[in-house]
């Protein structure tokens, strides 16, 4: 059964940082590309990253591009996500998600539960 | 970027009904179109595929179409359960993309 389980999500202040991780299982880790999509609260879905499933290739939205960094430990199945200078529109419940294979490509075809990011002083 | 625009925002509808959810992306992007559904406190399931493949264990009244910019998601006799918001994502351009979604809810 695939499993995504995310943490390290919490309350921060602006300009801080935080890193969040997403434990992996189930299926072949390093086969599968892997991202991140968050949701501010009552709003819809926004992709934030995406990691192919070598670690070789990254993209990111503009709106965390120099601000974010994504990377994976495929000896640890897990996947990270370090966030700095941290702003209250970055508030938001982080999921992370598979594709079905090693490029950034098609559907998601699993979501973890998330894992909420709250930027406020 | 490519814009995804679903429409209707919001529709409440009778059990048994059936639904149907456009989805309209700002270029052409193929069939490069998928489906999720979220209900209340859980995180996304994927429900359709690339515009109309269909999903093992997504019951079957759940089926879509179309290809190019404009997309329909159609719910054939809504259950209770269907509650929830819909959204569809396109994987033809970077960045990835999502409808601002459609909340379906029960009469």
Same mark, same amino acid.
């Given at each position: 059964?695939?499993?995504l389980l995310e943490s390290g999500g919490g309350l921060v202040q602006?300009?801080g940082s935080l890193r969040l991780s997403c434990a992996?299982?189930?299926?072949? !880790?390093?086969?599968?590309?892997?991202?991140w999509v968050r949701q501010a609260p009552?709003?819809?879905?926004?992709?934030v990253s995406?990691?192919?499933?070598?670690?070789?290739?990254?993209?990111?939205?503009?709106?965390v591009?120099?601000?974010f960094?994504?990377?994976?430990?495929?000896?640890?199945?897990t996947l990270y996500l370090q966030m700095n200078?941290l702003r209250a529109?970055d508030t938001a419940v982080y999921y992370c998600?598979?594709?079905?294979?090693?490029?950034?490509?098609?559907? !998601?075809?699993?979501w973890g539960q998330g894992t909420p990011v709250t930027v406020s002083? | 970027?490519?814009?995804?625009?679903?429409?209707?925002?919001?529709?409440?509808?009778?059990?048994?009904?059936?639904?149907?959810?456009?989805?309209?992306?700002?270029?052409?992007?193929?069939?490069?179109?998928?489906?999720?559904?979220?209900?209340?406190h859980?995180s996304?399931?994927?429900?359709?595929?690339?515009?109309?493949?269909?999903?093992?264990?997504?019951?079957?009244?759940?089926?879509?179409?179309?290809?190019?910019?404009?997309?329909?998601?159609?719910?054939?006799?809504?259950?209770?359960?269907?509650?929830?918001?819909?959204?569809?994502?396109?994987?033809?351009?970077?960045?990835?993309?999502?409808?601002?979604?459609?909340?379906?809810?029960?009469?």
């Open positions: 059964e695939v499993q602006p300009g992996a299982s189930g299926f072949t !880790f390093s086969n599968c590309a892997m991202s009552g709003k819809g879905l926004e992709w995406a990691i192919s499933g070598s670690g070789d290739n990254t993209y990111y939205a503009d709106s591009k120099g601000r960094t994504i990377s994976r430990d495929n000896s640890k199945n200078s529109d998600a598979k594709w079905v294979g090693g490029a950034v490509a098609g559907p !998601f075809d699993y002083s | 970027e490519i814009v995804l625009t679903q429409s209707p925002d919001f529709q409440s509808v009778t059990p048994r009904e059936k639904v149907t959810i456009t989805c309209r992306a700002s270029q052409s992007i193929g069939s490069s179109l998928h489906w999720y559904q979220q209900k209340s859980q996304p399931k994927l429900l359709i595929k690339y515009a109309s493949q269909s999903i093992s264990g997504v019951p079957s009244r759940f089926s879509g179409s179309g290809s190019g910019t404009d997309f329909t998601l159609t719910i054939n006799s809504l259950e209770a359960e269907d509650a929830a918001t819909y959204f569809c994502h396109q994987s033809s351009n970077l960045p990835r993309t999502f409808g601002q979604g459609t909340k379906v809810e029960i009469k």
